[in-house]
């Protein structure tokens, strides 16, 4: 009884019980832990050791790695329930989680970060990024794709060689017109340029193979709309790429680009794509710059 009672006593810190409902779900680091729930490494460590010292908390070493995971007992199964129970109704902390354990799955893309770091580290004459990108977009198969926030559309029209089709919309009229002109130039009929908002684009609903925002979620007031107007003129079964800033902290941006938002992390994109209705979500930081402020890309794809 008395062991009971104490292990109650422990659980009932918020922040203990939070600590212990995702080790029940999965073993852990302190290094994940602080990503999960936004805490600091010294109060996850102090939680940590109460529910060890407590028997509700076992640890294992792997490498330079601690992992800690839950020692559920029968007498407090009930109680658990219940706390998951309310975790469900405020899913904040299982999506973080969900995400942890999704870049934790994924070797292979750190693999291939180091890679990128040493591409174009030596010389080789006619490789480059630019090449690259050029020789992969012309694997695209022939689709409807919508450039949204294309800005001239230098993007819509390396799309327009293989595409079926590409709508290039922008809230800008000068844009817009200079775009279309150069579309026209160079002789491009499956390139169409709209003027409009990317939160309410001009597109037919289910008319979009493919739906891509590049730079421009963190000039708008309301991204979340934006992806949900995404969702909306997205076929079934079609897909979503963004490629925007990460979070960070460089104020200036907001005077300098015209910069609504400071980037967005992870877990926002997830959670509005959620929101929007998006599935098979990814997410991943796919470059970094190497002058400060050092902004870094996020890479984003989804399906409908």
């Known amino acids: 009884m008395v062991s009971i009672v104490n292990s109650l006593r422990i659980l009932s810190d918020p922040t203990r019980m939070r600590l212990m409902l995702l080790l029940v779900e999965e073993e852990l680091t302190v290094a994940e832990l602080q990503e999960i729930v936004g805490l600091g490494q010294s109060r996850i460590s102090s939680g940590l050791g109460q529910l060890k010292r407590g028997g509700l908390a076992a640890d294992r070493r792997v490498g330079k790695n601690i992992f800690y995971r839950a020692k559920e007992t029968a007498a407090l199964a009930g109680v658990l329930a219940v706390a998951r129970g309310e975790l469900a109704e405020s899913p904040q902390d299982r999506a973080a989680l969900g995400l942890t354990l999704r870049k934790r799955k994924d070797r292979a893309a750190e693999y291939f970060n180091k890679l990128a770091g040493r591409f174009g580290r030596v010389y080789v004459p006619g490789r480059s990024w630019e090449a690259l990108s050029h020789a992969l977009l012309r694997l695209l198969p022939p689709m409807v794709i919508a450039d949204l926030g294309a800005g001239e559309g230098t993007l819509s029209q390396l799309l327009?060689?293989?595409?079926?089709?590409?709508?290039?919309?922008d809230n800008s009229e000068k844009m817009v017109e200079f775009g279309a002109a150069l579309a026209r130039e160079h002789g491009f009929k499956n390139l169409d340029y709209r003027l409009g908002d990317i939160e309410d684009p001009p597109i037919k609903s289910s008319s979009v193979d493919l739906a891509l925002f590049s730079q421009a979620l963190h000039h708008v007031a309301s991204p979340q709309r934006a992806i949900s107007a995404a969702h909306r003129i997205l076929t079934p079964g079609g897909r979503l790429v963004i490629l925007d800033l990460a979070a960070h902290t460089y104020e200036q941006a907001r005077e300098l680009y015209a910069h609504v938002w400071l980037g967005f992390s992870e877990l926002q994109m997830h959670q509005m794509l959620e929101k929007a209705g998006f599935a098979k979500i990814e997410t991943s930081l796919s470059t970094r710059e190497s002058e400060a402020p050092h902004f870094q890309t996020l890479l984003v794809t989804a399906a409908k």
């Open 160 to 169: 327009a060689r293989t595409a079926k089709h590409v709508i290039a919309v």
